[in-house]
């Protein structure tokens, strides 16, 4: 199973910025191969798909998030990153990335907490 590791969580005040980051323990390459995705899963909801960026580098985001996520690859190709600006309460939630679709027996890691406080 590959195995992502999430970083760039933390505390914030609504309307400021993060940029998470997601590394692998395959080849790096698999962020350039597959489709990839930012998810989240807030307390008591769901996991839920944030942004997806394809092989090509087409996005696309769930609405809540359109215009203030930008979900893209590092420069050395070997991570993957989610921009996330004029954060707001309901963004807090553990953020995970993976394959997108992630495969029915998806590695999920710890992910990365993000708490937007009011």
């Known amino acids: 199973q590959v195995q992502f590791v999430e970083s760039g969580g933390a505390l914030v005040q609504s309307g400021g910025s993060l940029r998470l980051s997601c590394a692998t323990s395959?080849?790096?390459?698999?962020?350039?191969?597959?489709?990839m995705g930012w998810y989240r899963q807030a307390p008591g909801k769901q996991r839920e798909l944030v942004a997806g960026?394809?092989?090509?580098?087409?996005?696309d985001y769930t609405d809540s998030v359109k215009g203030r996520f930008t979900i893209f690859r590092g420069n050395a190709k070997n991570t993957l990153l989610l921009q996330m600006n004029s954060l707001q309460p309901d963004d807090t939630a553990v953020y995970y990335c993976?394959?997108?679709?992630?495969?029915?027996?998806?590695?999920w890691g710890k992910g990365t907490l993000v708490t937007v406080s009011p």
């Open positions: 395959a080849s790096g390459s698999i962020f350039t191969i597959y489709a």
């Open positions: 960026i394809t092989s090509g580098g087409s996005t």
């Open positions: 993976n394959l997108f679709p992630p495969p029915h027996n998806a590695y």
